[in-house]
């Protein structure tokens, strides 16, 4: 039987709400359990009606994005868990082709690439993600970057038990706080290199309306973070050179092979102070 996937989708008044859940229930993979949390919206809330029978609705009071999706997956059954922004799209085979890739690697979790679209949904910018060679320098991106997008996200439900649920100090930033942590912890975040999700940029989104609120807690979950994330960056790299590349260790100089000694060369010897030579008062 195929793994079970919640998808959860938290909206706050998005008036692209319905194409978001349109996306996750037109998916290729049939054995998905969908979640919508009403974050206190007073706007859109009709656009769900065409779907009510087909997802399970969470209304509750506003508190923002972490708390709708902690209560969503705090809620969910699935195996594999992933998350929706309400103004974002899934690709109809998403779902199915990282669940796949997750099951060949035995995953704990995984992101993707992304389209960039516009209000309009067409595409703006194509596979956009953010691609490193070795783990370290992807560890290291952490410290200017988030190099995973949200939306592009599935991991396995049981990965809350080891690491917690999302922070619900941060506004803003709690994916960001989240992914270093559960790479902190130990777990590899796989990366698969194809573009799944539709990420939309348009003027009423949040990281548009709150920036400098944004960089704000950015700077502040980096600072917090810093050392750990550059001891941990080091050790990754040790281990890169010293075990996994041995093409990247560092080289030895060849020992020099003594010098034979040229025809008639004059050889020193000892001579007993006494004879012939003089001690040094």
Not at 33 to 50: A, C, R, Y
Not at 63 to 83: I, K, P, Q
Not at 203 to 229: C, D, F, H, K, N
Not at 255 to 271: E, I
């Amino acid at each position: 039987m195929l793994p079970k996937v919640t998808v959860v989708i938290p909206f706050y008044n998005c008036p692209y709400v319905d194409q978001a859940v349109s996306s996750v229930l037109n998916q290729t993979y049939t054995n998905i359990e969908l979640i919508v949390v009403d974050d206190g919206s007073t706007l859109h809330k009709e656009k769900l009606e065409p779907y009510m029978d087909r997802l399970i609705y969470i209304g509750k009071e506003n508190g923002g994005a972490a708390s709708a999706l902690n209560m969503g997956f705090a809620l969910a059954t699935g195996d594999y868990v992933a998350w929706l922004s309400s103004d974002d799209l899934f690709y109809p085979d998403k779902i199915g082709r990282q669940v796949q890739f997750m099951l060949e690697r035995s995953s704990i979790f995984s992101h993707t690439a992304f389209d960039q679209i516009d209000e309009a949904g067409a595409v703006t910018q194509a596979n956009v993600a953010s691609r490193y060679r070795y783990p370290h320098e992807f560890t290291r991106a952490f410290l200017s970057i988030c190099p995973v997008n949200g939306c592009t996200v599935m991991m396995r439900r049981d990965l809350f038990g080891a690491v917690g649920y999302f922070d619900e100090t941060l506004r803003y930033t709690q994916d960001y706080e989240f992914w270093i942590r559960v790479l902190l912890t130990g777990f590899p975040l796989d990366f698969l290199d194809a573009p799944l999700t539709l990420y939309r940029l348009h003027g009423g989104m949040g990281t548009m309306l709150y920036q400098p609120a944004i960089w704000e807690e950015v700077l502040s979950v980096r600072s917090r973070y810093r050392p750990y994330l550059l001891r941990y960056s080091r050790s990754q790299r040790r281990l890169l050179s010293g075990r996994r590349h041995p093409a990247l260790r560092p080289r030895k100089r060849p020992a020099a092979r003594p010098r034979k000694r040229p025809a008639n060369t004059l050889k020193s010897r000892k001579v007993k102070a006494g004879k012939g030579v003089k001690k040094r008062r």
